[in-house]
């Protein structure tokens, strides 16, 4: 049976910070301000109207502090109010997203935000004089402490384990030259977003081919999602409140049509209840009910953002998500799925890799840029997905629909 | 209580990945700001309990055996005994159904998937490096024992274990109850005496040395010596008109030796410059072989270090100072995006 919320939500604004390897000069709660100012000046809504807020915070570790939550709440505006931290690994914003929206869609709230920001590059490991791989190592604590993070495990090696488990299964799928020709895309795509964090870079298939290879034969460097430090809003509002907004800042409203989470098991095995090789289930699951929920299925989905942490990945989760089949990935290019060669648009934000991966924040990113593409090109139907934590184990997708003012 | 197990001057944070009280004034380029940088920790150190888990490591570390769990009810095996009870089976009163603990399961098996090996280690796993991390199914198993896998033949490059690839397990000389106390190679590079046998320890094989041989001096090789290091003293010229790749080389002081089938030199790194000089190097921190001089010229065209070393095509004496050929590895990328940006200014 469909599921339908208890009554319609839609995003009334949204804003995102500059994406940056470093942002030297501003700490996390600056970024965090920054990009809730943005968002209710987007929507023209004064602070005292918003009842409730989530923030969405990947890792204490990153943010240098424990409960980071806590000290967020004043700088926002939000003081005497709720203000709810949901950390899910990679999934972290689009399971913040979720929360939002169930804030406002149960009747508990008319008008929420959504924040997701992030520092992560103020770690640096003094062996190596470089922030990689204290970033990396901080990752890798999210590995169970007794029988895989003592083994080396790290973040690239569990998106790797799914991408090569997918190769054992589809050998012919996930060539190098599709691969390098979406790179290519999707960095020319970033050059038409304003916060992307890789806007001046030229990427050609011939470059990701020389590119040294991260976990031979998963991905190259050039495949690979950036750190990044940001921080993005987006504001929310219930059904009656929305229209009203939107009519006072002139941009439609974008209802939340569909939600859909499922989260993997971390114990990989030959059959349920344990995660299969060769599957993101997760994505297939989130994204079928998020279409049941909107009741429209991928073909009728003009935008994907997509979070893409690696390529190959991106690739996967297409598949996962009904727009190519399993096995066949790579017709996002030799079939002319993907724009420009077809029409549907893909990451035309740069993506997790050229546009920005800041993790507590990354899928509201997605979802600023889903709107943004909807509202410029007068299209209907956006897919908003996020993954994340040990082998692509939480997905989460979401469809959202132009409205009219 | 028993006794303390240690590896001696083995620290659970490297000594030398810990810095002292520091601060720093820096400069952000992109907006001029002026901002205080501190060097700050945020650690804590534990005594953590296997807890219930405990019998599987003591298994390991006592009796050299991997021990499983069992469903009476469904007859699900897991290994390893991640839980005690069964989240499937409910019984009639609604409360999880306990698993038969210390199924001891034989000790060789497949591997589920093909395992990712990792070249990019970080401080904490440096000294396994390169070192792969694959899921081998043992016996009844439906789950996966996560495992570290080795090959005794040398560098562990791909194709060596693929999905399916029958391994062993081996368990390590001293054992202190973590998860490295046990790894697995290739069936078939276990003698065959061996093969049946169970708690086969680490020094029962015959490992093959990953000291580097010398490269093969051929006249071709010398002919071609003299363009790649024209090559490569024109791409270190370019590392001070690139603030990239001279941050890629902040603090980072080594003296490389780089030896091919036609000649040799040294880049010596320091003060965020390379310095090429001729012929051998006094006390090197690291040796390259690189057999053919024209990988060298492909480097200095965007070639990665890395895959040569993977491929076979090239070999360092230290692989836990494979940061080093990270570094070479970015000042390609770094100098050509600081030449596009010099172009459309």
């Known amino acids: ?405 | 209580m028993e006794k303390v197990m240690k590896r001696v001057g083995d620290y659970v944070i490297p000594h030398e990945a810990i810095p002292e009280v520091m601060s720093r004034i820096s400069v952000y380029p992109e907006d001029k700001s002026v901002c205080v940088e501190r060097t700050e920790p945020m650690f804590t150190t534990y005594w953590a309990s296997a807890g219930e888990l405990s019998p599987f490591f003591l298994a390991v570390m006592k009796e050299k055996k991997i021990i499983g769990a069992r469903c009476p009810k469904c007859q699900m095996v897991i290994c390893p005994p991640y839980m005690t009870r069964c989240p499937v089976c409910q019984n009639d009163d609604y409360s999880l159904v306990n698993l038969e603990t210390g199924l001891e399961m034989p000790q060789v098996g497949y591997l589920l998937g093909t395992p990712p090996i990792t070249v990019f280690a970080n401080a904490r796993f440096a000294r396994y490096a390169p070192f792969g991390r694959g899921r081998v199914i043992l016996g009844d198993s439906q789950s996966a024992l996560p495992i570290q896998v080795f090959t005794t033949t040398g560098f562990l490059k791909p194709g060596i274990f693929k999905a399916g690839t029958k391994v062993k397990i081996i368990f390590r000389k001293s054992r202190m109850g973590f998860s490295t106390d046990y790894f697995a190679v290739p069936l078939d590079e276990v003698p065959e005496k061996l093969k049946d046998k169970k708690g086969v320890e680490e020094t029962a094989l015959k490992w093959k040395s990953l000291e580097i041989s010398g490269p093969q001096v051929t006249d071709a090789f010398k002919k071609h010596f003299p363009k790649a290091l024209q090559a490569v003293s024109k791409f270190v010229g370019a590392i001070p008109k690139s603030p990239r790749a001279q941050r890629d080389l902040t603090n980072w002081t080594r003296k490389v030796q780089v030896s091919t089938g036609g000649g040799k030199f040294g880049l010596i790194l320091d003060k965020q410059r390379i310095r090429l000089v001729k012929g051998k190097v006094p006390r090197p921190d690291l040796i390259l072989v690189v057999e053919d001089p024209a990988h060298l010229a492909g480097w200095t065209n965007g070639d990665s270090l890395v895959n040569m070393i993977r491929m076979g095509f090239a070999e360092i004496n230290n692989l836990q100072d494979m940061e080093t050929i990270f570094k070479l590895d970015r000042l390609h990328r770094s100098i050509r995006r600081d030449a596009e940006e010099r172009g459309r200014k």
Request: glycine content about 10%; overall charge negative.
């Open chain 1, 1 to 405: 049976m469909r599921k339908v919320p208890k009554r319609k939500v839609a995003i009334v604004g949204a804003f995102t910070t500059p994406c940056r390897a470093r942002w030297l000069s501003k700490t996390i709660w600056e970024l965090a301000q920054w990009a809730v100012s943005g968002a209710l000046q987007d929507a023209k809504l004064k602070m005292d109207r918003v009842e409730a807020g989530v923030i969405g915070l990947y890792n204490d570790i990153f943010a240098r502090q424990a409960i980071p939550e806590c000290s967020f709440l004043g700088h926002m505006g939000l003081a005497f109010k709720p203000l709810v931290r949901v950390s899910n690994g990679g999934a972290t914003g689009i399971y913040a997203f979720g929360t939002g929206f169930d804030m406002v869609a149960s009747g508990r709230h008319d008008i929420v935000f959504c924040v997701g920001a992030e520092k992560a590059t103020d770690c640096y490991d003094f062996m190596s004089e470089t922030q990689t791989p204290e970033v990396v190592q901080t990752i890798a604590w999210s590995w169970d402490p007794l029988f895989e993070r003592d083994q080396g495990a790290t973040a690239a090696d569990s998106y790797a384990e799914v991408i090569l488990s997918y190769m054992d299964q589809y050998p012919n799928d996930l060539k190098m030259a599709v691969r390098g020709e979406i790179l290519r895309i999707m960095c020319e795509q970033a050059k038409n977003n304003p916060n992307a964090q890789r806007r001046d870079e030229i990427v050609t298939p011939e470059r990701v081919e020389h590119s040294p290879w991260i976990i031979e034969p998963a991905f190259k460097k050039l495949e690979t999602c950036v750190y990044t430090e940001g921080a993005c809003c987006l504001v929310f509002a219930a059904e009656g409140v929305a229209e009203e907004i939107c009519k006072d800042s002139g941009q439609p409203p974008i209802w939340i049509e569909g939600v859909g989470f499922a989260n993997e098991p971390y114990w990989w095995g030959t059959r349920h209840p344990h995660k299969l090789p060769g599957r993101i289930e997760s994505d297939y699951l989130a994204s079928k009910t998020a279409y049941e929920m909107a009741g429209i299925g991928p073909r009728d989905v003009s935008v994907v953002e997509l979070h893409d942490a690696f390529l190959p990945q991106l690739e996967i989760t297409m598949a996962e998500m009904g727009f190519v089949p399993l096995g066949h990935a790579d017709d996002l290019i030799e079939k002319k799925v993907m724009a420009p060669h077809g029409k549907l648009l893909i990451n035309p934000s740069g993506g997790l890799i050229y546009g920005g991966h800041f993790v507590g924040g990354s899928n509201m990113f997605s979802a600023w840029s889903a709107r943004r593409e909807l509202i410029r090109r007068g299209l209907d139907y956006a897919l908003v997905h996020g993954t994340g934590a040990s082998s692509s184990q939480y997905g989460g997708a979401v469809v959202l629909k132009r409205g009219v003012i």
